[in-house]
């Protein structure tokens, strides 16, 4: 009886410590909220709210809420947004400023399905070239299992589809940053944060850890 | 350890120690550089060639002959192809290489080249995970350069800033080291001005403080010189004729009357102007008063030529003049010539030679006697004179019955000499006040082949007389240096060292030698005691001397001293550690001038001794005049603590 007492408060503080961390937290609204505006801070508490509601969800219904959330951001280029001619934004700046450009979409993606709690084996980068667009692009692939076929979450079309469905895309080159992270910190001794997987990856992490809206 | 040298070393250890961490983190910083350089070679072989592995479309043979082009052609250690499920699916990896650089640096530098990894993608598929280590031979050939030309570069900048700290360090405190040396020259009591005030305010404070301190010492001792001088001519100087006067003689002449005096004996010649009432009426008190100061001329002149004479006024119309080492033969014809000279002179003022003339009485005196039956023997010879017409009279001392005979004694000492028959006996000087000994006089007594001791006084006169006494001053120096007694050990003593055997050429050198071999061994403190009459001539021979015994940390004294000389810079010059007079020379100074000559002996340094205090009472007066360091046989009587 003791026992289950004891694994019942731990069950407990578990949950309470989960929900104590939301993916948007009020100090962060407060700060979008200074830097954008009220709508700004009601897109994020919607995310929040979108977000919270998967919690139970499995891994294709988060898929498809996120992709689907995201994906009504406005399309801008790196320099209508940022006045640069290529730039991986964080999720808050990419909501916050409600636009943004392919690869703005895919981080976005990828860090609220990792908040829900997909593995990040299955999320990798994919840069592709659009036939239809004639440019290169970048997706987010999703593998169920590491040989299986990837489902395309993509900003150009609203719903997911398989890797074999997406006729209009060449893939060129998978990237999955933290998978490389945790294999290039083995048996050198140093932390994860101090490692290098990809120049981009690395900028992107360091700006998600200093919360860069 | 000195100033400089503890900040030299601190800064110079500070120096280093800057260096060493610049050196150190230098080498870090080269070193992370070095691995970073490796990380992003690596890096950019898995990114490229992870895209050309895309190309290969999964064929492991396509993508295992690009893996081997890559490896052959560059620097790596290792590069694997890992497929999704964590298989090897390809690896190639290199043994050590060897390089030129030494073991020890391999050991101590850890170079881990780290791993560079990149997907590797086949379409929409994954293949897997390529991993590169660039090889780290390279980069310790990199670092040892790097380590290399750090060390050289960094020797050369220590060396540099060592050389330019040093220098700083010298220029700054080199007023420091003028400070010391003035410091040292107080100890010395020596009176240095720092003219070159130094720049920094701490140094120039203290410049400043120890040139006022000096100044002012200086000033005392130079306001002592000029009161012991005007002093000296109130009490030693006859104003009208500026010859010396009856002080001056009864002063000097224990000098004379003593048993190791330079002299035997000699004529005293005793002079009375008779008639000066009538030359007064018949020329006045001004041309009579200039009579005095011909008379006087003349008596400078006859006697010129004997060394050591002295004239004296010793009242209004007697004059005395004592003639060292003079036959009565060579007197009668000085006393003659006198006579002539000043009779002539005392016609050619108008005066009537019958009422005014001059009577010589002269007085064949020897070492062994008192100044008193000296000066009324003498006395007695004028009174004869001035009875006889010729106005001379020679009266003879009875000589004493010698004991021995001078060859007799000139036998003994011969003997002693070869023999080395001479020793020390002790006498002390006693300081009254604190009731200690102030140190012990060593005193020289000679042992006869019979067994006889002979006494510094009984021998002396007769060593005087044969020419040996410097012979002997030689011989005890020698036997106290090389066998010195050891029942002396940590005690102070004095010797004193006759004028004979001090103005002698050889004794410098002999001296030299004798310290050189010796002195350090000496296991007392020595004071060497030099007369005054050598010592006040302040000669470069005098300063030798001192040079000399002031490198083997001989003490110098000064003995029969009674303040005669022209200028007391001498003292300041030479500062012997006592002077040693007569206590009858002290007994007998004025108020002014015994203040006088204590102003110029505490100013620097100098304590004063009587010697000569027979008897208690002696010493209570000499006490009530502030000189409590006696010698003499009152010593016996003061209950040492």
Request: aromatic share 10%.
């Amino acid at each position: 009886m003791r026992k289950f007492k004891v694994l019942f408060f731990l069950l407990f503080f578990v949950a309470l410590a989960h929900s104590l961390e939301p993916y948007v937290d009020d100090k962060l609204l407060d700060d979008i909220t200074k830097k954008y505006n009220m709508f700004a801070k009601k897109r994020f508490v919607f995310l929040q709210k979108t977000l919270d509601s998967l919690e139970s969800a499995d891994d294709l219904q988060k898929l498809n809420a996120v992709n689907e959330f995201f994906n009504r951001v406005r399309y801008a280029s790196d320099m209508q947004a940022y006045q640069k001619t290529d730039y991986w934004a964080t999720p808050w700046e990419f909501l916050g400023k409600d636009m943004g450009d392919c690869e703005d979409y895919v981080i976005s993606k990828y860090f609220a399905l990792i908040y829900l709690g997909i593995d990040s084996k299955k999320l990798f980068f994919t840069y592709v070239r659009s036939t239809k667009f004639k440019e290169p692009h970048m997706v987010l692939t999703y593998f169920e299992t590491p040989r299986s076929e990837p489902l395309i979450l993509d900003n150009t079309n609203f719903k997911i589809f398989p890797a074999s469905k997406r006729t209009d895309l060449i893939p060129i080159y998978n990237f999955n940053g933290e998978s490389l992270y945790k294999i290039s910190a083995t048996g050198t001794g140093k932390k994860i944060e101090e490692q290098k997987s990809h120049k981009k990856w690395d900028e992107l992490k360091l700006n998600m850890q200093r919360k860069k809206i | 350890m000195t100033l400089f040298k503890q900040i030299a070393l601190m800064l110079s250890l500070f120096l280093l120690v800057i260096l060493i961490t610049v050196l150190t983190l230098n080498f870090k910083s080269a070193n992370q550089s070095v691995q970073e350089q490796l990380y992003e070679d690596a890096k950019n072989t898995a990114s490229s060639l992870s895209l050309s592995l895309g190309s290969a479309n999964g064929d492991i043979s396509m993508m295992s002959t690009m893996i081997n082009a890559n490896f052959d052609s560059g620097h790596y250690h290792y590069i694997s192809l890992i497929d999704v499920e964590n298989t090897v699916l390809y690896e190639r990896s290199a043994e050590n290489v060897q390089t030129d650089v030494p073991e020890w640096f391999l050991n101590a530098i850890h170079i881990e080249a780290p791993v560079a990894s990149a997907n590797v993608s086949a379409g929409w598929n994954n293949v897997g995970i390529l991993h590169v280590q660039s090889d780290s031979s390279h980069a310790y050939t990199e670092l040892y350069t790097i380590f290399k030309e750090l060390l050289i570069s960094f020797s050369i900048l220590a060396l540099i800033g060592l050389t330019i700290l040093n220098l700083l360090l010298a220029a700054i405190l080199k007023p420091l080291k003028k400070v010391q040396l003035q410091a040292e020259a107080v100890i010395r009591n020596e009176f240095i001005i720092q003219e070159k005030i130094p720049y920094t305010k701490e140094f120039k404070d203290v410049v400043l403080g120890m040139n006022t301190m000096v100044s002012k010492v200086k000033a005392m001792f130079d306001k002592g010189n000029e009161e012991l001088k005007k002093q000296k001519e109130l009490e030693y100087i006859d104003r009208a004729t500026k010859l010396k006067n009856r002080k001056y003689l009864i002063d000097k002449l224990p000098q004379y009357l003593k048993i190791d005096a330079d002299s035997k004996g000699g004529i005293n010649i005793m002079i009375a102007l008779s008639g000066v009432i009538e030359a007064n009426e018949a020329i006045g008190h001004r041309r009579v008063d200039t009579l005095f100061m011909e008379i006087a001329k003349i008596f400078i002149e006859q006697t010129k030529h004997y060394d050591n004479s002295i004239i004296s006024r010793m009242n209004g119309t007697e004059f005395s003049i004592l003639l060292p080492d003079c036959s009565d033969t060579d007197a009668l014809k000085l006393a003659q010539a006198i006579y002539d000279s000043v009779s002539k002179t005392i016609l050619a003022c108008g005066l009537n030679i019958t009422l005014t003339f001059i009577s010589l009485g002269l007085y064949e005196y020897n070492y062994r006697q008192s100044i008193g039956q000296l000066l009324s023997l003498s006395d007695n010879a004028l009174a004869q004179a001035k009875f006889k017409d010729t106005h001379i009279h020679l009266d003879k001392a009875e000589s004493a019955v010698e004991v021995m005979g001078k060859e007799a004694w000139r036998k003994i000492i011969y003997e002693a000499l070869d023999a080395n028959n001479f020793t020390f006996t002790l006498w002390t000087a006693v300081d009254g006040k604190s009731k200690k000994i102030a140190h012990n006089v060593l005193s020289i007594t000679l042992q006869a082949k019979d067994g006889t001791s002979y006494s510094y006084g009984q021998f002396m006169a007769s060593a005087n007389q044969a020419g040996l006494s410097s012979s002997i001053y030689k011989n005890i120096l020698e036997m106290m240096f090389k066998t010195p007694d050891n029942r002396l050990k940590n005690s102070i003593c004095s010797l004193r060292l006759s004028y004979e055997y001090l103005s002698r050429g050889e004794t410098y050198t002999e001296l030299s030698l004798l310290f050189k071999n010796f002195a350090a061994k000496l296991p007392f403190k020595l004071i060497i005691e030099l007369p005054d009459k050598l010592v006040r001539q302040n000669s470069e021979q005098i300063k030798l001397y001192k040079a000399l015994f002031e490198k083997y940390t001989i003490e110098m004294g000064v003995f029969e001293f009674i303040g005669e000389s022209e200028d007391y810079q001498y003292l300041q010059d030479l500062r012997p550690v006592y002077i040693k007079g007569e206590s009858s020379y002290f007994l007998t100074q004025s108020e002014q001038s015994l203040s006088a000559l204590r102003l110029i002996s505490d100013s620097i340094g100098i304590s004063l001794i009587a010697t000569g205090v027979m008897d208690m009472q002696t010493y209570q007066k000499l006490a009530d005049i502030n000189i409590h360091v006696i010698q003499g046989k009152a010593t016996e009587m003061i209950a040492l603590t």
